[in-house]
């Protein structure tokens, strides 16, 4: 049995299609087929269903799938170990984050890469919650940057960054703009842009007018915050963002933001990483320099504010 037999599985699982998977594999469609059918004579079980066309895996090649996964994790895991004990950390660092966590990724990938200049990191930022879970179970992610919940798998361990909070992005001739606090009861006047239901960011709102026994009915909806902010620089629109992102972007020209009030959340975002052992040393790294960064204090000051002298 060979790692490029496992790879070539592993990918066809995730692809789902033959030819996309030898793209992936940087292989011939040929090639990795007969990979495949030379790892099912090793095993003596058929792995793949199939057909005229690809039709999933069998319920052997689900699991087998999921041992590679592992071996392959452990493989990569023992190849950081070496190169770090040789040459220093290097490597390719994958991190997940859901929208909204955006701006707290950027706080741990500058340090980060000071720390360990060998190291690219890959970030993909528009991921649901779910989504990053399962793809850290599965071993595609190092690292997720989302919301922490009390419900979180034992395999998972998380160190929290900061506490998400709501401000009405509006414009600023909007009546509101120049009040603050603005209540949930207002904001659900206002022709609302939102985030899709599916967000957990989005859930998250959903669930704060519920307690003030309101339902928003947003005539826009969208999957990136970046879209949020200019559906409301057209001034047409209003929407209820994360104080997080006025880090980013500030407050735009011909905006305004103020605290939504009535009731109040803050909801908790971490950093999650596999809680197997030995695990990734990526990711060790990257959980040390989480717990050595302020990301809150960070994330709390607008662009051009130097913070505390």
Known sequence: MLFRQ???LVALSRERHFARAAQACHVS????SEAIRKLEEELDVPLVLRGRRYEGLTPEGERIVVRA???LADRDALRSEVGALRSGLSGRLRIGAVP?????????????CAAHPLVTVEVSADLR????????QNFELDAGVTYLHGDLSENLRAVPLYEERYVLLSGDADSLAHRTPATWAEASQLPLCLLTPAMQGRRVLDELFAEAGLRPSPRVETDSVAA????VRTGRWASIVPHTWLHVFGVPYGMRAVPMTGPARAVPVGLVVSAR???????RALTETARGTDVAAAL????GDPGPQ
């Open 6 to 8: 496992l790879e070539y």
């Open 29 to 32: 469609q040929p090639a990795l």
């Open 69 to 71: 996964r592992r071996i």
């Open 100 to 112: 909204t966590a955006s701006g707290a990724v950027a706080q741990l990938t500058g340090p980060f």
């Open 129 to 136: 919650s779910e989504e990053i879970l399962r793809r850290l």
């Open 228 to 231: 949020l902010f200019a559906h």
């Open 277 to 283: 052992e030995p695990g990734s040393v990526l990711a």
């Open 300 to 303: 709390d000051r607008l662009p």
